[in-house]
């Protein structure tokens, strides 16, 4: 829930550094650390709070590859609330966020060619394509499930374990971020290779056994 939200604020903030750079470093504070700070701090008290106190029963099954889930998200009101701001929001606003900004570069790419920023512009773009696309991969079956779930009165045809193995796909994000990372980042990948051989290179420079040629003992 939170990654998802901070990608949804970067896909926003990435948006400003491109095109109101100015602004964003003049308001840094309020546009960037308090609202990182918030989106870090505030699901633990969130989480907490509601699975705790909430005056509801949590039905789980321990014999389930999933045992279950907080009985407070099956409430309408509240779960549906939870569902639009946790998911579904933040993924509206990285999907709407990104088509935006895709068009908005090419749509200024003469004018970035002319001040010679279109090659840094366009691999910050890159990047952010590259984790949003991965991280709306990710989220989109949890979104519908948990949508089906909150929203339908009756009980779905979805089998409860191949509900849980669709919220199993959250996990893509974090596991491939090092690798979009390393294909977004070129920079990235020129550190790793040039760490790569110099720790080649000092393993070469060890202490190796030599062969001597017994002819050449003997004549000395």
């Given amino acids: 829930m939170c990654s998802l939200q901070l990608n949804a604020f970067l896909s926003i903030e990435r948006y400003l550094l491109i095109f109101h750079s100015r602004t964003l470093h003049r308001y840094k504070i309020i546009l960037h650390y308090i609202p ?35 009985c407070y998200i099956f409430e309408s009101a509240i779960g549906i609330t939870d569902w639009v701001v946790c998911i579904l929001g933040p993924l509206l606003i990285i999907i709407i966020a990104n088509v935006l900004l895709i068009v908005q570069v090419y749509q200024h790419k003469r004018q970035m060619l002319r001040k010679h920023i279109w090659k840094k512009k366009h691999r910050m773009l890159r990047e952010l394509v590259f984790v949003s696309g991965l991280e709306c991969i990710s989220w989109s079956p949890v979104s519908l499930i948990s949508g089906i779930d909150i929203i339908s009165t009756t009980k779905t045809s979805l089998e409860p374990e191949f509900k849980w193995v669709l919220f199993g796909f959250i996990y893509l994000a974090i596991l491939f971020s090092p690798l979009v990372s390393i294909i977004a980042l070129p920079e990235l990948k020129i550190e790793i290779t040039k760490w790569t051989q110099k720790q080649c290179a000092c393993n070469n420079n060890g202490i190796h056994p030599m062969m001597i040629d017994p002819s050449s003992v003997e004549r000395t």
């Fill in 36 to 70: 990182m700070i918030f989106l870090v701090s505030y699901p633990i008290p969130y989480s907490f709070s509601f699975t705790m106190f909430y005056p509801c029963k949590n039905k789980l099954d321990y014999n389930m590859a999933g045992c279950g889930s907080v």
